[in-house]
């Protein structure tokens, strides 16, 4: 099972982007990236995935590297509201084409006034 | 509005009794996945289904019971066998199908007392 590592911990003035790195270096070729947030108490919230390509949606971007061992998310102007713990996770795959997201300890994205 | 409802969201137990946690979903989602949470952690996979009246052990399911009779309705009962079920727990939807991810419900917060 791919697995992902990331720092546990950044921080980022408001109104700067912030950039999560993620190093997902056992990802197999068919593999997604996603990403998720996790505001104190609440339930994760879906930002964004990608399998190759880069991808932007609203609320961010997806650099993948070209090797897929690595990514990034850019959040562009990030505000106090993005605090929060972000999760890069690899989507493993089960049988009958369905899958499971399995969770890391992910980053702990603070944003200073 | 679709989502997904967990109740209650702060439940307390006593040591040796039985508990169910409530989560439904009216996504028309097919399928349904339990996730624990404890402090400072990410999340840990109990049990999952992907169709009704079916299904699997996560990474953690020792102590604990589900049911898939609806397919909007996954209960988790969390039995005396588990040896500590304090912690946050997070009920999850999404389709065979659908590559946008989990819908998350907001989270049922257990202590034992």
């Known amino acids: 099972d791919a697995k992902t590592t990331q720092p546990p911990s950044m921080d980022c003035a408001e109104g700067r982007a912030a950039n999560l790195p993620c190093n997902h270096s056992?990802?197999?070729?068919?593999?997604?990236v996603y990403w998720y947030r996790q505001i104190h108490s609440q339930g994760p919230q879906y930002i964004i995935h990608?399998?190759?390509n880069n991808e932007t949606n609203e609320m961010a971007s997806l650099i993948i590297t070209e090797d897929r061992k690595s990514s990034t998310l850019i959040l562009p102007h990030a505000t106090l509201r993005d605090t929060a713990v972000y999760y890069c996770?690899?989507?493993?795959?089960?049988?009958?084409?369905?899958?499971?997201?399995?969770f890391g300890s992910g980053t702990r994205l603070l944003v200073r006034p | 509005d679709g989502g997904i409802t967990q109740s209650p969201k702060y439940l307390f137990r006593k040591e040796g009794q039985n508990v169910t946690l409530s989560c439904e979903q009216n996504?028309?989602?097919?399928?349904m996945y339990w996730y624990r949470q404890d402090p400072g952690q990410g999340l840990r996979l109990i049990y999952y289904?992907?169709?009704?009246?079916?299904?699997q052990k996560g990474d953690i399911a020792e102590g604990y019971s589900v049911s898939r009779e609806k397919k909007e309705s996954f209960p988790l009962t969390v039995t005396s066998a588990q040896k500590n079920p304090t912690a946050f727990y997070l009920c999850?939807?999404?389709?065979?199908?659908?590559?946008?991810?989990?819908?998350f419900g907001s989270g049922t917060r257990l202590t034992v007392v």
């Open positions: 990608g399998l190759k």
């Open positions: 999850a939807s999404n389709t065979i199908s659908n590559s946008y991810g989990y819908t």
């Open positions: 056992t990802i197999s070729g068919n593999e997604y």
């Open positions: 996770i690899v989507r493993l795959a089960l049988m009958d084409s369905s899958y499971k997201l399995i």
């Open positions: 289904s992907q169709i009704v009246n079916d299904f």
């Open positions: 996504l028309n989602h097919d399928a």
